[in-house]
């Protein structure tokens, strides 16, 4: 069997190099390219235009070309996300903490070339431990039922914690909200529709893509409005860096293998994936570090982690894909649907008789993600020039790519006004010091673990808890997660209580003993009361429910009135310093009416273009919000201007023609 | 054949005049040069335009679902047309033709449009581009309701959703319908599909006697609505079956999967979905019930001799829930254009859809890239079938509901 397994893998790597095969993999790797850099688009809306295509195909190319293109996609989204703070990918949002300040600080090649080589790391890491485990994993991943399945979804949730060093109430506040806001939608057991206020657009839950894009791209573009500044916000540093980058990553070899296997086990986990390992490994690369105030400042660590288990992660989740029809993500449902067409039928045959076609798969997933980094290694210095634009010229195109992305994902104008709201929230959270990260992770992990808890309630009452598996996996949880964090969080308040600064990350700018009342109500008081109201309408939403479709709303609602109410009377009575995530900078040297002032014109700009989209369609909106944009708020030269609109109307009509994105025609023109 | 009396096609125009006053209210806004009340026009417009979003939402929610008593206005003469060889006058069809998917890219929906749309043109006259739009959402009732209400009424969008909506109105519990049945216009549908409940090889049980006799077989299911979900329990009502349903399973996918790590002993699902096939291969399961008459038997040697419901003598009014819950098996992947199409352009439509279903190349392409095998039904078939279900009495209907768990 090991023989057999050796040959058919080194037959595998011979065979992705036959004509045409590897042809398909190199326009793959374009495709892949193109797409993952476009902000919010990423594989799903390749593998829609390109699936119709593949049935024409054989099948070796048409897996090929598929596979190509969701890995390199994955790569070319965190560059993106790295370069412009805009997630190019909503899997790679966690390589915005870190890579992109690395950029603004002017390292952007140092932060790609380790991200890539990173991800080079962990695709292979990933394809190997697929490899080595497919003699035992398909009795692994059945020893685990949804009891397993719910435990696992719930260690995820305790990485919130982890996420929100520096503001632990905030954070645990933002995750709370985060889980609440991924039950919105039908829920899976008794079929009601819960805070969906009407809308069936609601019935399927918030998108991650339209929140992503709205709590991560929304508030870098409104910073580059304020600022009117370029990315990078120092000239004299070397845009290149590309080999301090690589030596990054050999320094923290461990780190990136072991984020390349949290990556690969998130991923073969059904349901789960990128969206959930890109933050695990971020904290994992956060406690592991012994210096954690680099954080979200520009620790490279940060950039290199999540890369690896981003891209282990395509391996992983092709496991269950592949081993028992279940895809963990949208890109892998489209790889499933080819599948069928091409008669494979996922099941133990693709780990036995099939292997050589799986053990190609693994190839193509390699393969193409050394090529893509061998190709793109010498470019990222002048890929790194990017940051040096002008915001003027970059805003009005990032904006229109962020709205595409939001729009792109499932096809629905509302979403657009989810990233508005998104947006809105990311904007507050960001001025204030609150933690973005855990209500992102709340909103991937929470829908999912309610839908394991139920199918394991159901099958086996609270008999569930009693599994050995399960008491394993409570062991774990409790030894390695709360009982440290317990710990922490205790000793945090006991020094808090003792008035220490510890928690303190940006110098917060009161530290006079006791201010006066007015000075405590601020902004942070109107979020901590947003909380408290959100909290107590959706408890109160839920009463009427039937207990199968109340049970999470309660378990989540609950605990966030009471933990925001804390946070909101410990303000007001002034107990301990105010907390500022480390993860989030107020960074401006503006004067305070010119920053309102600009923010408010920001706002306004922002909220108007997506009108304008909505009223007369991309086609006609995003180009007339350029022209505002050029014209009226940066007073661009007139050249310049022109050809902001000329690229921005151009851009539109690639997506359009090109990646058969359909945009509607608008409100008014329709 | 008059529409215009109902009172959802008045409902786009108002929504256009509701959009066109706000967008005024914007074009007006670039204009002004001191920067200052630039910044509070915008946001007055702002204000314009979320008052036109609150009332778009509108008809979506408040919109009583339409009644089912009053009788089908039946649509049978433009078939007389249709059976023409030669349809004479010209008809002006858009030129662009929209099939809109009620599913994410991917599914057996998206891969028999996807065929669908390749053949479709060379049958209609004039040759219009045909593409493929998915708009998912709540289990495609999204899909529907925009067909129905708020999509263009030139035939320019033909859609394809669950037929089980149509069950789902009859029942009348579900949130969300804004549509009815006999007031879409059918072109066709692409596949008939027949239930079938498996039991797996590890479990003790190895007939539905012994379901029957009172021993629990825990099956593992999507939705309430799903196949899954709603035929085990159909069973227990006609039957007096034990089955014990575990909803929530995510895809079919993940219901099986809860099958081969045993955490269910049973599956119900179609009898020609690839991963039933896959596991009747490996020996995993068993077919135990089937909802068609007949075993079929030219799908998979393991269907043969299994009984099928309708060998248990089911009573008349149990003929009938049967017959209502496995419509929307026989009717699958379903063509519909909304309720105003003008009769002329929705003839047209229906014979170009029977003449590619005719077409070999066609045949032979859907075999090999449609995503099961072609079982198709004309629209007036479908319309047949409509009227059967939302005919049904009402205490009936609500036995169904009972029986299915669906909460009021």
Partial sequence: MTGDLFSTFVEGFFGVFTWPVIGFMLLGILVGAVVGLLPGIGAVVALTVLLPFTFLLEPSAAFTLLIATTTVSANASDITSILFGVPGDPASSALILDGYPMARRGEAGRALSANLFASLIGAAVGAFAIVAAIPVVRPLVLSFGSPEFFLATVIGITFISLLSSGARTKGLIAGLVGLLISLVGVDPHSSIPRYTFGRLELWDGIGLAPVALGLFAIPELFHLIVTRASIAQTTDTKLGGTRTGIADVIRHRWLVIRCSLIGTFVGILPGLGAPVSQWMAYGHAVQSSPNKDRFGKGAVEGALGPGAANNSGLGGSLIPTIGFGVPGSLPMALLLAAFLVHGIVPGPSMLTTNLDLTMSFVWVIVISNVIFVVAALPFLGVIAQVTRVPGSLLVPIMTTLVFIGAFAYRGRMLDLGLTLVAGLLGVAMTRLGWPRPPLVLGMVLGGISERYLFTSYSRYEFGFLLRPMVLVLIGVLLVVFLLPGILRLYRGWRTQSHGSDQFRMNGSEDDEPTPALASRIDLNLALGLLAISGGTLAVLRAADWPITARLMPWAVGFPLVAISTLYVVRKLLRRGAEEVSRFEMALTELDRRTLWLRSAIAACWLVGAAAAIWIIGFHWGAPLATAVYVAHLARTRPAAAILSVLTVTLFVWMIHTQLGVRFPSGVLIG | ?408
């Fill in chain 2, 1 to 408: 054949m008059l529409k215009d009396a109902s009172g959802l096609g008045n409902q786009p125009v108002d929504l256009k005049n509701k959009a066109s006053a706000a967008a005024h209210g914007y074009m007006e806004a670039p204009v002004m040069r001191q920067r200052s009340h630039n910044l509070l026009v915008l946001c007055v417009v702002l204000g314009m335009v979320a008052g036109a979003c609150a009332t778009e939402s509108v008809p979506d929610t408040t919109e009583p679902a339409p009644t089912v008593t009053q009788p089908a206005a039946d649509t049978t003469e433009p078939a007389a047309d249709t059976t023409q060889p030669t349809a004479p006058e010209p008809v002006a069809l858009p030129d662009e033709i929209t099939l809109l998917v009620g599913f994410a890219p991917g599914g057996a929906f998206d891969l028999a449009t996807q065929v669908v749309a390749r053949h479709l043109p060379g049958h209609l006259p004039g040759e219009p581009n045909v593409i493929v739009e998915h708009r998912p959402g709540a289990g495609t009732m999204l899909a529907a309701n925009a067909t129905f209400n708020t999509e263009p009424q030139d035939g320019s969008v033909i859609a394809t959703f669950f037929f089980s909506l149509i069950v789902e109105q009859a029942i009348g519990r579900a949130e969300g319908v804004a549509f009815d049945g006999r007031e879409f216009q059918w072109l066709a549908s692409m596949r008939t599909t027949e239930a079938v409940c498996f039991v797996a090889e590890h479990s003790a049980i190895d007939s539905i006697e012994d379901i029957m006799n009172g021993e629990e077989l825990v099956v593992s299911a999507t939705g309430p609505m799903s196949v899954s979900g709603a035929h085990p329990r159909l069973l227990n009502h006609v039957l007096g079956t034990n089955f014990r349903v575990v909803l929530g399973y995510e895809g079919l996918g993940g219901a099986f999967l809860a099958l081969e790590g045993e955490e269910v002993d049973g599956i119900c699902t179609t009898t020609d979905t690839a991963l039933s096939l896959a596991r009747l291969d490996q020996g995993v399961m068993s077919p135990i019930i089937l909802f068609g008459e007949e075993p079929p038997v030219d799908i998979h040697p393991a269907y043969e001799g299994t009984p099928s419901i309708w060998d248990f003598g089911p009573t008349d009014s149990d003929i009938r829930l049967i017959d209502l819950l496995t419509a929307a098996d026989r009717i699958y992947v379903p063509y519909a254009v909304g309720p105003d199409v003008p009769s002329d352009v929705v003839a047209v439509l229906r014979a170009s859809f029977e003449s590619m279903l005719m077409d070999p190349a066609f045949v032979a392409d859907f075999e090999e890239a449609g995503g099961g095998q072609l079982g198709p039904s004309t629209g007036e078939e479908i319309e047949e079938v409509v009227d059967m279900i939302l005919s049904t009495p009402q205490e009936l209907l609500a036995q169904l509901g009972d029986a299915l768990g669906i909460e009021e």
